[in-house]
């Protein structure tokens, strides 16, 4: 309620009290998207214990800082990045409900089967997804009174470089499987929805980028497995005896 009628109180702070205002929102606002988006997938983040949830903080921080480094205007920075977080949930609640997964990071490769498919299911909405959309509505309505803004130019690129270089360097190391295991986080390709229940949605997401790539063998040859092909296509055709076929279709939003 108070949100709400935030945008009808226009009161002029003193240029410190902005100044400290906005920091709390740039602290205060990526714990409260977390908090938001985990709701939205019913998943409760209290039964982290607190190295699993200064990893998932970690990548919401770095969504806030992104914007914050992208524009100059604070309030601009912090709506914006609550707003995108929010409909990331609820694109990994709706693929949820479709095909009973959440979000992976191939699913990228299937988007545009995924946005054919998209038209012909219904959202089926229940409280935590309404009470997740309620808490990112009252932060958004909350940063738009952060106005602060640094106008020293010097400053500002100083400020934007030091946190691009903190965030870099930290997610070199956060992403990475090895380090991730050592936290005890690691994925379950059988069951991706209990793995990103136990680890985080986002933190699983970014863990499952490491399958994006397929390692070649090294003593791979594309000569020997063409002539290992055409070895097996000419000794099927001089088979008469009927086979079956076993389709996999990699379409996983068909």
């Given at each position: 309620?108070?949100?709400?009628?935030?945008?009808?109180?226009?009161?002029?702070?003193?240029?410190?009290?902005?100044?400290?205002?906005?920091?709390?929102?740039?602290?205060?606002?990526?714990?409260?998207?977390?908090?938001?988006?985990?709701?939205?997938?019913?998943?409760?983040?209290?039964?982290?214990?607190?190295?699993?949830?200064?990893?998932?903080?970690?990548?919401?921080?770095?969504?806030?800082?992104?914007?914050?480094?992208?524009?100059?205007?604070?309030?601009?920075?912090?709506?914006?990045?609550?707003?995108?977080?929010?409909?990331?949930?609820?694109?990994?609640?709706?693929?949820?409900?479709?095909?009973?997964?959440?979000?992976?990071?191939?699913?990228?490769?299937?988007?545009?089967?995924?946005?054919?498919?998209?038209?012909?299911?219904?959202?089926?909405?229940?409280?935590?997804?309404?009470?997740?959309?309620?808490?990112?509505?009252?932060?958004?309505?909350?940063?738009?009174?952060?106005?602060?803004?640094?106008?020293?130019?010097?400053?500002?690129?100083?400020?934007?470089?030091?946190?691009?270089?903190?965030?870099?360097?930290?997610?070199?190391?956060?992403?990475?499987?090895?380090?991730?295991?050592?936290?005890?986080?690691?994925?379950?390709?059988?069951?991706?929805?209990e793995g990103y229940s136990n680890n985080g949605t986002l933190l699983s997401f970014v863990n499952n980028l490491n399958f994006m790539k397929v390692e070649k063998p090294s003593n791979y040859k594309r000569a020997t497995a063409e002539e290992m092909v055409s070895a097996k296509v000419l000794a099927s055709s001089t088979d008469s005896m009927a086979k079956n076929i076993?389709?996999?279709?990699?379409?996983?939003?068909?």
């Amino acid at each position: 309620i108070i949100s709400s009628l935030t945008p009808t109180i226009n009161v002029n702070f003193p240029q410190k009290i902005e100044r400290i205002f906005t920091v709390i929102l740039l602290i205060a606002m990526p714990i409260i998207s977390f908090f938001s988006f985990e709701l939205m997938n019913e998943i409760n983040i209290f039964k982290y214990n607190n190295s699993l949830i200064m990893l998932n903080l970690f990548f919401f921080y770095s969504i806030y800082v992104m914007f914050f480094v992208l524009f100059k205007k604070s309030s601009l920075a912090l709506g914006l990045s609550a707003f995108i977080i929010e409909i990331a949930a609820i694109i990994n609640q709706a693929v949820i409900q479709f095909k009973g997964l959440p979000v992976l990071p191939w699913d990228i490769l299937s988007i545009e089967t995924a946005l054919s498919v998209s038209l012909n299911y219904r959202l089926h909405w229940n409280t935590s997804m309404i009470n997740s959309i309620l808490i990112t509505f009252c932060i958004i309505i909350l940063a738009s009174k952060a106005s602060y803004i640094i106008n020293d130019f010097k400053l500002r690129i100083i400020t934007k470089l030091a946190l691009i270089s903190i965030v870099s360097f930290l997610a070199f190391h956060v992403s990475d499987a090895a380090f991730l295991e050592k936290q005890g986080v690691t994925v379950d390709l059988w069951n991706q929805r209990e793995g990103y229940s136990n680890n985080g949605t986002l933190l699983s997401f970014v863990n499952n980028l490491n399958f994006m790539k397929v390692e070649k063998p090294s003593n791979y040859k594309r000569a020997t497995a063409e002539e290992m092909v055409s070895a097996k296509v000419l000794a099927s055709s001089t088979d008469s005896m009927a086979k079956n076929i076993i389709v996999i279709m990699n379409e996983s939003f068909a």
